[in-house]
């Protein structure tokens, strides 16, 4: 089954299928890591790294739409608190459902872990990002000036987690 465009512009069809990230999704990952952030893309060895150096504080996953990896997200989790490193998704694939699935999975693995609070940043000039992040229960905490190559802020958003290990 193919996806299609629906009348809002978002596509329809098969749900992703999320699953943890392996060392041979890397170059589909760079890819979609270079596109979404071409004026700070993390490097290969980074991403290499986070994979491979840090597996008891790491957890990174892909979406998957048929054969093709649309979307990643990643997770950092010590002790009480979790970061979302990173998470991004195929222009072509927005609005679909897919950043909300990541974002399940993240969050899922964060309660699994028994983290109270989870944070994230995101750059001041994404909405969309900013409202999906709302949507999820994530409340915004403060700025970080200039955080990003281009000069752009951050905001700094966090998720008190119910400590019931389904991060509602």
Not at 47 to 56: C, F, H, S, V, Y
Not at 149 to 156: L, V
């Amino acid at each position: 089954m193919s996806a299609t465009v629906d009348g809002s512009g978002a596509l329809s069809g098969p749900d992703p299928v999320v699953r943890q990230m392996t060392m041979d999704d890397l170059p589909a990952v760079m890819k979609i890591e270079r596109t979404t952030f071409p004026a700070d893309a993390w490097s290969e060895s980074m991403m290499r790294g986070e994979l491979n150096d840090q597996p008891r504080t790491r957890y990174y996953v892909v979406a998957c739409v048929g054969d093709a990896i649309v979307g990643y997200g990643g997770l950092a989790a010590a002790a009480d608190q979790a970061d979302i490193q990173t998470i991004a998704v195929l222009a072509g694939h927005r609005r679909s459902g897919i950043g909300a699935a990541l974002m399940d999975a993240l969050l899922a693995e964060a309660a699994r872990r028994d983290t109270e609070a989870v944070f994230l940043e995101v750059r001041s000039d994404n909405e969309p990002a900013q409202a999906m992040y709302e949507r999820f229960g994530f409340e915004r905490l403060g700025v970080r000036r200039r955080y990003y190559e281009d000069g752009t802020d951050a905001i700094t958003m966090v998720k008190k987690l119910d400590g019931r290990g389904d991060g509602a």
